[in-house]
């Protein structure tokens, strides 16, 4: 659907997880999944190795589950580093935040909004794309309001397909925020080209 629209985007992986086949969004993705990924040009985003809670786990334990997922990034074959990061859950803490500051150039929740002058780049803004289409004309309003300001939006959603998962959407509700965003003259870019279009090299780490 991306190459449809000749766009890319961010896959943010739990390498841990990989080859899982029951979850609460259905099988996991496999090797040749990531390497098909790769080669069409999308960015590989890190997600801790094992899905770590920042809530629950020690600072300390969510650092090594990092420090494993990039191990194993590298080890696989599928690129030397990770540059972005998605808090699992959407859970940082400030002992997180600090800690994590170094290791990427940008890091994203799950708080809803358009990032702008003086974005956490921590802890980005981002609008979830579930379900079947009800919440369409709000993110028609986010996107023309992103328009306006010149801000940046980030979306996410997590398996795609026709009867997806409640952490998921339809094909038909992906397809239509993509072309949204497509006729509002929105460019839609991979999180850390996104990042370097934005903030510029100034910003990063």
Request: charged share 15%; hydrophobic share 40%.
């Amino acid at each position: 659907m991306l190459g449809h629209f000749g766009v890319k985007a961010t896959y943010y992986v739990s390498l841990g997880l990989m080859d899982v086949e029951r979850s609460s969004v259905g099988p996991m993705f496999r090797l040749d999944d990531l390497r098909a990924v790769m080669a069409a040009g999308h960015e590989l985003g890190c997600h801790t190795f094992d899905h770590a809670d920042a809530w629950t786990c020690s600072v300390a334990q969510f650092m090594d589950s990092i420090s494993r997922n990039g191990a194993c990034l590298a080890r696989l074959g599928c690129g030397s580093r990770f540059r972005s990061f998605s808090y699992p859950k959407g859970q940082a803490t400030p002992g997180t935040k600090t800690a994590i500051e170094s290791r990427f150039e940008c890091c994203r929740g799950i708080y809803p909004g358009i990032n702008a002058s003086g974005a956490d780049v921590n802890l980005l803004k981002a609008c979830s794309i579930y379900g079947h289409g009800a919440s369409l004309e709000r993110l028609h309003k986010l996107i023309r309001a992103n328009c306006a300001v010149g801000g940046w939006l980030v979306f996410y959603t997590h398996d795609v397909s026709t009867q997806p998962s409640r952490f998921g959407c339809t094909t038909d509700f992906l397809s239509r925020v993509i072309d949204a965003s497509l006729g509002a003259g929105a460019t839609i870019l991979p999180v850390s080209s996104a990042f370097d279009l934005a903030f510029g090299t100034s910003a990063g780490k």
